[in-house]
T-cell receptor, first 113, second 113 residues
Framework: EPEVTQTPSHQVTQMGQEVILRCVPI?????FYWYRQILGQKVEFLVS????????KSEIFDDQFSVERPDGSNFTLKIRSTKLEDSAMYFC???????????FGPGTRLTVT | RKEVEQDPGPFNVPEGATVAFNCTYS??????FFWYRQDCRKEPKLLMS???SGNEDGRFTAQLNRASQYISLLIRDSKLSDSATYLC??????????????FGQGTILTVHP
């Protein structure tokens, strides 16, 4: 069964450092998303991406965040200068055209110290 | 009022019990409704979509009440393996984003022997 993959599974970084979280969506999917979940809190939408551009972003997705699809398979989330409050699980999701079912990757646990 | 609201529980039930969760949403323009299951520190996994007519999948039944703006999930004959957090998710109609999901905070279910 095709699945969304994410790397790394756990990233520890110091405050102020840049991190790049990587995702490989399911190959025939066209819509891509990043969500995050702070420990003990709900899953929150960050950004959606379609046709090589951002289609929607939340208030959380400020200038410190950026997304990119550098090639035909990877979808990345970059946090330019991490803050302690960026510590969370980051989930990538993808969606096929005409479908309602978003498939989530296993997540990257980001710890900012 | 929160966009999507769930009773966080926890619900502790014995094996074989029937348990029901409710979820309310505030935006009447909401279009699509889902129940996801999330195991500890794992990604959300789609349990079932919720249709206006109600739908059933084995021991699970989902219902939608648009007039009252709530959805429900009923689990019959609970198994130990049903222990998880159940997330309600809503997608708004229209907008620029295809399939952005808004999640509730989740309801924790523990099934004990």
């Amino acid at each position: 069964e095709p699945e969304v993959t994410q790397t790394p599974s756990h990233q520890v970084t110091q405050m102020g450092q840049e991190v790049i979280l990587r995702c490989v969506p399911i190959s025939n999917h066209l819509y891509f998303y990043w969500y995050r979940q702070i420990l003990g809190q709900k899953v929150e939408f960050l950004v959606s991406f379609y046709n090589n551009e951002i289609s929607e972003k939340s208030e959380i997705f400020d200038d410190q965040f950026s997304v990119e699809r550098p090639d035909g398979s990877n979808f990345t989330l970059k946090i330019r200068s991490t803050k302690l409050e960026d510590s969370a699980m980051y989930f990538c999701a993808s969606l096929a055209s005409g479908s309602y079912e978003q498939y989530f990757g296993p997540g990257t646990r980001l710890t900012v110290t | 009022r929160k966009e999507v609201e769930q009773d966080p529980g926890p619900f502790n039930v014995p094996e074989g019990a029937t348990v029901a969760f409710n979820c309310t949403y505030s935006n009447s323009a909401s279009q699509s409704f889902f129940w996801y299951r999330q195991d500890c520190r794992k990604e959300p996994k789609l349990l079932m979509s919720v249709y206006s007519s109600g739908n059933e999948d084995g021991r699970f039944t989902a219902q939608l009440n648009r007039a009252s703006q709530y959805i429900s999930l009923l689990i019959r004959d609970s198994k130990l393996s049903d222990s998880a957090t159940y997330l309600c998710a809503v997608k708004k109609a229209g907008g620029t984003s295809y399939g952005k999901l808004t999640f509730g905070q989740g309801t924790i279910l523990t099934v004990h022997p």
